[in-house]
């Protein structure tokens, strides 16, 4: 299981994020302690908006706490939107392209779950994405793949809705396998504007997410950057969070086929 942080409002070094806290995304690359897997180390990647639509992205496949490429980047880079993520690959290689966040056009994405019996069905997921958006299929994550679906369920248009059809739709491929569990997951996306945030699971143990209020702005992340746990607001699961640099608006998530 992987371990992310999304961040809107004023700009910010991302290093504020990613590197300074002290359990800061980096630290959690080395010593996760609320994930399934305590080390998070193939892979990372940031998207961030700046003076253009669409995000600039960094990814490499070294461990984010061996790249000195990734702290300069962090201690130099402004933001007022950004999403940070450390892998733990479930199954799928070890790639630059299987590194999130993923990007199409002004959307930026990233994932951390598992759906049961991927392997098993990733030909009808392929199968499944929009034409369109199947030119921005670079990888073979079943992350990337609920991104390509969701943007070709009207993503633009119904943010909560494109990812519940597009979950939904996996879990179904997953229940026809058979293998548990079907669907966990949190998801942070943004189209530069809003950041969009989701938590579920088909079984009682959806991954942990949490949101808390800053001085510039609001973080939201899978485990929170420091020891004060009573700062930090628990995202329910089945939730679906819409963010603003002032308002954290929760919805029901709940996907169909």
């Not at 700046?50 to 995000?55: A, D, I, L, M, T």
């Not at 990734?70 to 690959?89: E, P």
Request: hydrophobic content about 35%; aromatic content about 8%.
């Amino acid at each position: 299981m992987c371990r992310w942080a999304a961040y809107i409002g004023d700009p910010i070094y991302l290093e504020d994020i990613v590197t300074a806290p002290g359990q800061s995304l980096i630290s959690q690359s080395l010593r996760a302690t609320e994930s399934k897997t305590e080390t998070n180390g193939d892979g990372f990647g940031l998207a961030w908006y700046g003076e253009r639509e669409e995000p600039g992205c960094y990814h490499d496949v070294l461990p984010a706490w061996a790249d000195g490429n990734l702290r300069s980047l962090a201690h130099q880079v402004r933001s007022k939107l950004f999403l940070a993520h450390v892998r733990a690959a479930t199954g799928t290689s070890t790639s630059r392209t299987n590194c999130h966040p993923f990007s199409a056009g002004k959307w930026s994405f990233m994932h951390n779950g598992q759906a049961g019996g991927y392997a098993q069905f990733r030909r009808r997921v392929d199968m499944s994405i929009n034409e369109r958006c199947y030119a921005h299929r670079n990888g073979t994550t079943d992350s990337e793949a609920i991104f390509l679906m969701a943007l070709g369920a009207g993503l633009e248009e119904d943010p909560k809705g494109a990812l519940e059809r597009a979950t939904g739709l996996m879990e179904a491929m997953s229940r026809d396998t058979g293998v548990t569990p079907h669907m966990r997951m949190t998801v942070a996306m943004s189209d530069g504007a809003r950041l969009f945030c989701a938590r579920y699971a088909s079984d009682e143990f959806a991954p942990t997410l949490y949101h808390r209020r800053m001085e510039s702005g609001r973080v939201v992340v899978s485990e929170p950057l420091d020891r004060a746990l009573s700062d930090w607001v628990a995202i329910p699961p089945g939730s679906f969070a819409t963010i603003t640099e002032g308002e954290v608006k929760l919805e029901e998530f709940r996907p169909a086929a």
